[in-house]
């Protein structure tokens, strides 16, 4: 009964972690038709920006401790919004309109350079940003204790997911966001500025990334090589609940998230095959995924 | 016209083609000649392991070339240099892979020009090199890698020498550290990175336990990925087991977040963490980790070295650099360059003479020299494996400062197989031989 209630918890704090990894790469695949590899670029950056801020404001002693929550979403968000224009309008502005499978090229490239800028930015040694972990302390249920920094992500995921339902289903933007999405020539003909569209969501997309990596910051140590873990996680997310459905990178997330956790309880040998396996058993019978749209061939 | 041009260009591809073999040549010719003595440094400068053990041991490298270039160490290494000669080190990253790492090694050894190479954190770049070393005859001391298979793959080794211990000492020493402290300990368990460190590491720890603590059990095991960084599930699966220890081979960001994560969640204090690599973040866990945790050093290494004058000097040259105390990678990196100086200094050579690598692995092999961290008996892999004690002591956090209480030490003839028989053969057989005071 205790290993299924752990499952059950484990599996939903997973989920909302993927989630929040997974949200950003789905929203720029659903729009931009781009395999963003440089997703989990944009994840460290936000870590390593997230850390780099709350170390600085503990290390001296600045203040109380709910300030460093804000701080964690504060560099998020600028580090989001500064990498994603200077990429969008730097480099991918120059390209749209080509291949996929070329800018799948250019987005490893992007990763690769900025995984050796990272370096060159915080150096290689870890960073260990502890305290706003820490800070919420603990809930106790049975022999299980969960920390409430991890119930805390469950529900701004949960939030997150909602937001991004909200705007792209209840505001004009969003209409006009899914009319591209829907069709990107029509959309154009109807006099929807795309390019601008573009770069909206591109900075979302990669401000969604920023924020997964610094919510994660106070549980992790963080180091160089972070961002190429979780992309591999991410894509596996999308690709089960399909390519650019946001409500398919969530119930994605929600069966990896629960499939992992009862494999690491019940049979710890499968925790590495389990999330793949899900992925092949989907694509099986679904090959474009839980929510995916079959689209056919322009030519 | 078009002639002329593709006159041009021929003429600019030769001269280019020229000028780029006649500096190749200048730079082999300067490296050999320059009586110099050139070291090869192999360690991780970039991915998850630089910042854990990579960067520690090259600035204990940088730290000991400059100072032994000046003379300054005590006596016996207060020779300048290697035998009078210079030190010039070449330091490149292991980032990359066994295969990216053997054709470094040849690039260092026949471009390059090193008269040795001291390097390597894992493992697979250690079984990758060791063929390679001694097939180019070029003497070769890996600091760092734990595999047990190093001197069972390469018995016949010429010039492959290994100053550190292996990965079986760590856990046979953790066994023996539970043993001594805590006897009546009855539920054991672990959580191990998923490839051969995290599995062997394993093996080892629950064979050692089997004999030395016949009434423990073994009541969950995790092998979670490499580089996972979250382990909350994990942590459930021990917490929901009630285990009394959780041993881990942990290393580097993983460990740090391991810690970070169970004592949030307070498995760290229902359990006792043991740590067999959890010296190298000392200076990191600060109060996210409990007072009482078990941690080790892979041997008498960083915090864990004993007082004598060499490594009191050490400490102090490396803190003066680096206003950091050396975590056991750079006491080991410290250890393997003082194993080149004896060597070459024990060799029998004309002062300030380089001596060649079959000089080199003459004046290695099977001898003693005293190091950082004690004395080094090369005493084990006919005379090419260190043989030395370990240790274990327990996490002590207070006002600010991290240190190490309880220490327990056990000497090499305790933790280590004698020559010939492999670990997991000593173990079965109940350690026979071993030398425990």
Redesign the interface.
């Known amino acids: 009964m205790?290993?299924l209630l752990?499952?059950l918890?484990?599996?939903s704090?997973?989920a909302s972690?993927l989630f929040l990894v997974a949200a950003g790469l789905t929203v720029i695949y659903g729009v931009m038709r781009i395999l963003n590899m440089a997703h989990g670029s944009f994840y460290a950056i936000g870590a390593y920006s997230a850390a780099s801020l709350v170390g600085w404001y503990f290390n001296n002693g600045m203040g109380p401790a709910w300030v460093s929550y804000l701080m964690l979403v504060g560099a998020a968000l600028v580090a989001g919004l500064i990498v994603g224009v200077i990429v969008e309008r730097g480099l991918l502005r120059l390209m749209y309109g080509r291949d996929e499978i070329l800018m799948v090229i250019i987005t490893y490239a992007l990763l690769l350079i900025l995984e050796d800028g990272m370096?060159i930015v915080w150096g290689?040694?870890?960073y260990?940003a502890?305290q706003p972990?820490?800070e919420l302390g603990?809930t106790?249920l049975g022999?299980?204790?969960?920390?409430n920094?991890?119930l805390a992500l469950v529900g701004v995921s949960a939030l997150l997911g909602l937001g991004l339902w909200a705007w792209l289903e209840r505001t004009n933007q969003g209409k006009v966001l899914r009319a591209v999405i829907h069709d990107r020539e029509i959309a154009l003909a109807m006099g929807v500025n795309v390019k601008l569209m573009f770069t909206i969501t591109f900075v979302l997309g990669t401000t969604l990334g920023a924020l997964a990596g610094a919510l994660?910051a106070p549980?992790?140590?963080?180091?160089?090589?972070?961002g190429i873990?979780v992309i591999v996680l991410a894509f596996a997310v999308v690709v089960i609940g399909g390519l650019g459905s946001i409500g398919g990178a969530a119930v994605g997330a929600l069966l990896v998230g629960l499939s992992?956790?009862a494999a690491?309880?019940y049979a710890?040998?499968f925790?590495?095959f389990v999330i793949y396996g899900v992925m092949s058993l989907v694509l099986a019978f679904r090959p474009e995924g839980l929510f995916g749209r079959t689209l056919a061939r322009k030519i | 016209m078009k002639n002329n041009k593709s006159k041009f260009s021929k003429y600019l591809v030769s001269g280019v083609a020229a000028l780029a073999l006649a500096a190749g040549a200048a730079s082999s010719v300067s490296a050999a000649e320059n009586s110099k003595f050139r070291v090869g440094i192999v360690t991780f400068l970039s991915g998850p392991a630089a910042g854990p053990f990579g960067v520690p041991s090259a600035n204990a490298a940088k730290v000991l070339v400059e100072e032994l270039n000046k003379g300054n160490l005590p006596a016996p290494y207060d020779k300048i240099g290697i035998n009078g000669a210079e030190i010039e080190a070449v330091i490149i990253d292991e980032a990359g892979g066994a295969t990216k790492q053997v054709e470094e090694y040849r690039n260092l050894v026949q471009r390059q020009k090193v008269d040795a190479v001291i390097g390597y954190v894992s493992s697979g770049d250690c079984l990758a090199v060791a063929p390679v070393a001694e097939e180019l005859k070029t003497f070769t001391i890996a600091y760092d890698c734990g595999t047990s298979r190093l001197f069972v793959e390469n018995s016949d080794a010429q010039y492959m020498f290994r100053t550190g211990l292996d990965a079986s000492v760590d856990n046979i020493g953790a066994v023996r550290y539970l043993a001594a402290t805590r006897p009546d300990v009855a539920r054991l368990s672990g959580i191990q990175q998923n490839y051969s460190w995290g599995q062997d590491s394993w093996a080892d720890f629950t064979a050692a336990a089997s004999a030395l603590l016949p009434e423990a059990e073994v009541v969950e095991e995790q092998f979670p990925k490499i580089y996972q960084g979250q382990y909350g599930a994990e942590i459930s699966a021990l917490s929901v087991k009630r285990p009394e220890i959780v041993h881990s081979s942990f290393w580097g960001g993983d460990m740090e977040a391991l810690v970070l994560q169970a004592n949030a969640r307070g498995l760290l204090e229902d359990a006792t963490g043991l740590l067999t690599c959890g010296e190298a973040s000392l200076a990191t866990y600060k109060d996210q980790a409990p007072n009482g945790m078990i941690i080790g050093a892979r041997g008498p290494f960083g915090a864990f070295a004993p007082e004598n004058e060499l490594n009191t000097w050490f400490k102090g040259a490396y803190n003066a650099a680096y206003d950091l105390d050396p975590v056991y990678p750079a006491t080991k990196m410290a250890q393997a360059i003082l194993g080149l100086k004896f060597a070459a200094e024990n060799a029998g050579v004309a002062d300030k003479e380089i001596p060649t690598a079959d000089q080199l692995a003459a004046g290695l092999k099977g001898a003693s020299f005293p190091s950082v961290s004690g004395t080094v008996e090369m005493a084990r892999g006919k005379g090419h494996q260190a043989m030395q004690g370990i240790a274990y002591g327990e996490y002590h956090y207070e006002d600010g400062k991290a240190s190490i209480v309880n220490t327990v030490a056990f000497s090499g003839e305790c933790v280590t197989p004698p020559e010939g028989v492999s670990a997991a053969d000593w173990i079965a057989q109940g350690f026979p031989g071993a030398q425990c005071n």
Request: no cysteine.
């Open positions: 205790t290993s752990a499952v918890i484990d599996g704090i997973y972690w370096k290689v040694s870890p260990f502890y972990y820490s603990r106790s022999l299980l204790k969960v920390s920094y991890d994660t549980a992790i140590s963080v180091v160089p090589g972070i873990e992992r956790a690491v309880h710890p040998e925790e590495l």
